[in-house]
């Protein structure tokens, strides 16, 4: 699975990461930074090159730890340093933490790329201690699902144009080109995938957030303004019961 990752980490780096990409610079660092600010230690599961945990290690003083699988993600991140208390190669599903270690767990469009999702929600649910905050950011699960685009229909008189959702009830792995010759594996599961798991190790979700894309990403193509009324991502914040997991 990974080795999709370990084959396109560099072309990743390029188009997503150290300002290549407006809708990480305007949207999703600050987001990641406003969501952790106040907790001290914080846990980046699937943090690639680490960009998210050093803008949260630079922005709230956060001591941050990043784990990943992908060797030529972990190397980069190390390479690129920043105030992150350290890098670990390692899996989402079997976090190398003991319980209770760390105030707040965030992880950044990873889950969409994982078989299952309920082993690495359980895993964050157990290394986050009672009453601390798991951050969950996605491409949105309705609104992105496979097939998902904007529509410009000029077989209809006068045009019509929308955005069109594909199937959203079945799970579904796909291995979309993203750019010539650039392949990434996508796991689609229904957005109460997500919550039920959630619910199911003790997270209580306090707040969920479907931002409108900012202006740098509209900005990227004609269509986009169009489609601007339509969420690309989506945050789950949610708190661990501190009754049933007390430290
Ligand atoms: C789209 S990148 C996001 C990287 C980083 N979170 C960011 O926002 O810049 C997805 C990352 O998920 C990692 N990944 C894939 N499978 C994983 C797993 N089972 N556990 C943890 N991370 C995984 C990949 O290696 C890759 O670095």
Known sequence: MSDLWERHAGWWQQEFTDGADPEYEEQILPLAVELTAGFARVLEVGTGEGQVARAIGSANTSMV???????????????????????????????????????????????EHVPDVHQPISEMARVVRGGGRVVLLINHPLLQTPGSGWIDDHILDPPEQYWRVGPYLPEAETVEEVERGVHIRFFHRPLSHYVNAFAEHQLLIER??????????????????????????????GTKNLARHAQ
Do not use: K, W
């Open 65 to 111: 730890i990043g784990i990943d699988p992908t060797t030529n993600q972990i190397t980069e991140a190390s390479r690129r340093g920043g105030v992150v208390a350290g890098y670990s190669q390692a899996d989402a599903a079997a976090l190398p933490f003991r319980s209770g270690a760390f105030d707040a767990v965030v992880t950044c469009l990873v889950l």
């Open 208 to 237: 969920m957030i479907e931002p409108r894309p900012p202006p740098g990403f509209v900005a990227l193509a004609p269509e986009y303004p169009d489609a601007a009324t339509i969420p690309r991502l989506l945050v789950l914040i």
